[in-house]
């Protein structure tokens, strides 16, 4: 199986300061990988590094086989890359139709972009609406008018309709009800099938082994553990050693 991602010994900070310390990580093609880890580890440092938020300090960051290690965001946006951020940061003037065509928008400026290989657009406001039908009957209210869960919806709209090949997912279930988060879990369980790859940084548990093909760990900057979630799940001692829980 090729890896949508391949992250090798990659070291990143801010001013200075070392966050990640050397870090090793694959996403195999159409799998998704749970990030995990206590609070301060490095996981969003990692994710806003390869996306091209955060410019590492040395290391490769290959996506799709491209090196990306050190371009910046839009560049990574070029070559199928695309983060649904910590907090949602939806544009809370506009109502839930402008965001998306935004997005889409966006979406149209970077194919131009985009070298020879990269597949025609898939997604579409259309078929936003059809993965997420909340969207539709709320498409004429303003950011400021959704709940946090249909925030959280439009924020995975947004990354979606820049047809990424890897997705980068930051505590997509921050601050929501559990009733709230059984919805946000069946529209990411959707995706299956895609052939996206994503990187799921999440706390709640229950929907990272729900959701990820596999599991790696993070501890000061590395990676520690790596192991399919099922086994994850079984070894409660190991879950406990590194996470504090289990």
Wanted: avoid cysteine; hydrophobic fraction near 40%.
């Amino acid at each position: 199986m090729t890896n949508s991602l391949a992250v090798r010994d990659l070291k990143a900070g801010y001013d200075g300061t070392t966050v990640l310390d050397g870090v090793d990580f694959t996403v195999p093609t159409g799998t998704v990988v749970a990030l995990l880890g206590r609070n301060g580890v490095g996981k969003s440092t990692f994710l806003h590094t390869v996306m091209g938020m955060v410019k590492p300090y040395s290391g490769s960051v290959l996506v799709d086989g491209r090196e990306l290690a050190g371009s910046p965001a839009h560049v990574a946006a070029r070559h199928g890359v695309a983060i649904v951020p910590q907090g949602r940061r939806v544009f809370a003037p506009l109502t839930v139709e402008e965001n998306l065509h935004i997005a889409a928008g966006h979406k149209h400026g970077l194919k131009r972009g985009r070298s020879p290989g990269r597949e025609p657009g898939r997604w579409t406001v259309a078929r936003i609406y059809e993965l997420m039908p909340r969207l539709a009957e709320r498409r004429s209210n303003r950011g400021d008018q959704l709940s946090g869960g249909e925030q959280q919806m439009l924020a995975i709209g947004r990354a979606l309709l820049r047809d990424p090949r890897l997705l980068l997912l930051d505590e997509p279930s921050d601050g929501l009800a559990p009733a709230v988060i059984d919805q946000v879990a069946e529209v990411l369980a959707g995706l299956r099938g895609e052939g996206i790859a994503s990187v799921l940084v999440e706390q709640d548990l229950h929907l990272a082994f729900r959701l990820a093909d596999e599991v790696a760990v993070m501890q000061k900057g590395r990676i520690v553990h790596r192991s399919s979630t099922r086994e994850f799940r079984t070894d409660r001692d190991r879950a406990h050693a590194l996470l504090g829980v289990g």
